[in-house]
């Protein structure tokens, strides 16, 4: 680690460090975390344990980075930085710090960390970062709204709520409006984030799934659709759906 740290401290050096480190900050690098940070899930979906210590280590060296700049500008160093999350840690498990503390399951873990995570603050929902991708923030304010008692008691009220927010949307888009469209189109997509939470499940990283197993099977259909005739570009639906259903059945069978 404090290779790591010294190597920074030389890549942000104002005299011999590398220019392009020199001038960056807390903004121009922030996309870049976030970009790593989607590699360290890639890496983890695609299980891929050497991509995975690689992806880690770029993330780390993020948090160095931010913290190099944090340390020039006064504001706190890296050892603030771990000092702060183990304190944390700490606060928040009293279960297994504190041996006075009562044992608890892991759905009552979850609850007291996310009323610990409430206190001292005027709202449960202060401290959700407002940049964060809308699917994650749709499942992280209902999440924490959870913690006061406002949270559908089973799956099925979900259902019913996806299918009273379905029937808003159907009737907005025979009125035509699209402001309207879009507001209850949002709605149907917030109970689906609130579904995937009552299921467990990370929606984004289901909808990734989604999105590889479309892009698989399609390219395949477009494969063989312009094997049928190179020439053209775009093919009747009832072509397409064929060549998707054979696709999707030999994928499947494949699989099996």
Known sequence: ???????????????????WDIEQSFSS??????????????A????????LKSEL????FQVVFHAQIAQEFGHFSFNDVVDAVCQKMIDRHPHVFDPAAAKLTAEQQTTAWEKAKSQDKDSVLDGIANNLPELLKAVKLTKYAAVTGFDWPNISCVFEKLDEESEELKEAINDGDRAHIEEELGDVLFVCANLARHLQIDPSSALRKANKKFEQRFRLVEKMAKSQDPKKESFD???????WN???AELQNHDD
């Open 1 to 19: 680690m404090n290779k790591l740290l010294t190597i920074m401290q030389q890549l942000r050096d104002p005299k011999t460090g590398c220019p």
């Open 29 to 42: 690098i922030a996309p870049f975390t976030i970009e790593e940070a989607y590699e360290v899930a890639d």
């Open 44 to 51: 983890i979906e695609q299980d891929d344990m050497q991509g």
């Open 57 to 60: 280590g770029d993330l780390l």
């Open 237 to 243: 639906l009832k072509v397409l759906d064929e060549l």
């Open 246 to 248: 054979q696709v999707k």
